[in-house]
């Protein structure tokens, strides 16, 4: 039904979720390769390495609730998508350190932000509907997720891949063949590195890494504007009312429903 996107409050919450996956998606998209690639971190290391940024997103998403009961939703979330920029912003500041506990420090803040917006947003997609709607409202939720999680990897994947193809200055001595695969990704940098002698090889991993790097510091820069973007939809499209979360969307039904009950009673 598409007079649900007529309820401001149904229509922003479902804009911060959508942006708020695409942020985290995106995020997680270039932080794996690096803590495997960059770091040297195996596949499961590198996943617990990620063990306290998905903590905290659950935590967070669960001490959100008494804050939501007494503040009204566009302090909430605005204020939750503050910590996820910070850490956009910390790894924009840091790429290149080589430095691992910044890096999981910015991924313990973005978790934090996105899963007390989400947790606070999700309740307003769901309160702002009519409950003959609820069914709706609850699949167009769950498409605007899947869509951020595709457009995640998709938008801030491209940035992170052209960034990272225009920034390679790949060494001499390096075959043209394999110059071109190493300019490809990351990953294949690696590969072609191992096909090479060892001082080439060096100055080619050394020379990916910097791009790579180069790569996040752009992407996250991106990603941290779309936090922002998703703080100010919050901000101008969420309800005022601080007596529970999903106060301001009750009292947005409570509304249209006067207004068809007066519509009924003065037919034209």
């Known amino acids: 039904d598409m007079r649900l996107f007529t309820r401001g409050t ?19 998209f270039f932080i794996a390769q690096h803590l495997q690639l960059i770091v040297g971190l195996s596949p499961v290391q590198a996943g617990f390495a990620l063990v306290p940024s998905l903590a905290s997103v659950i935590v967070s998403g669960l001490l959100v609730v008494p804050i939501a009961s ?18 956009y912003l910390l790894v924009a500041a840091t790429a290149g350190s080589g430095d691992l506990g910044w890096l999981l420090l910015a991924s313990v803040l973005l978790g934090i932000g996105i899963g007390a917006a ?18 709706a409202a609850g699949a167009v939720s769950e498409t605007a997720y899947e869509l951020g999680a595709v457009l995640g990897t998709a938008v801030l994947g491209s940035i992170l891949t052209a960034s990272y193809r225009s920034g390679i200055a790949i060494p001499a001595g390096v075959p043209t ?16 590195a191992g096909e090479l002698a060892a001082p080439i090889a060096d100055a080619l991993r050394a020379a990916a890494a910097a791009a790579f790097d180069s790569g996040v510091a752009v992407t996250a820069a991106v990603g941290a504007g779309l936090v922002v973007l998703a703080a100010v939809i919050a901000a101008t499209t ?31």
Do not use: C, W
């Open 177 to 192: 063949d394999l110059a071109a695969q190493a300019r490809e990704t990351l990953a294949g940098a690696y590969v072609t």
């Open 118 to 135: 989400e947790t606070v947003s999700n309740e307003l997609v769901m309160a702002s509907a009519p409950p003959s709607k609820a069914g």
């Open 238 to 268: 969420l309800g005022s009312a601080p007596s529970s979360v999903n106060q301001a969307a009750r009292s947005e039904n409570e509304e249209s429903n006067v207004a068809r009950g007066e519509a009924s009673r003065h037919p034209r």
């Open 70 to 87: 007494r503040i009204p939703p566009r302090i909430v979330v605005p204020a939750a998508l503050m910590f996820s920029m910070s850490g």
């Open 10 to 28: 149904f229509s922003g919450a479902l804009l911060v979720n959508l942006l708020s996956v695409i942020s985290l998606v995106g995020f997680m």
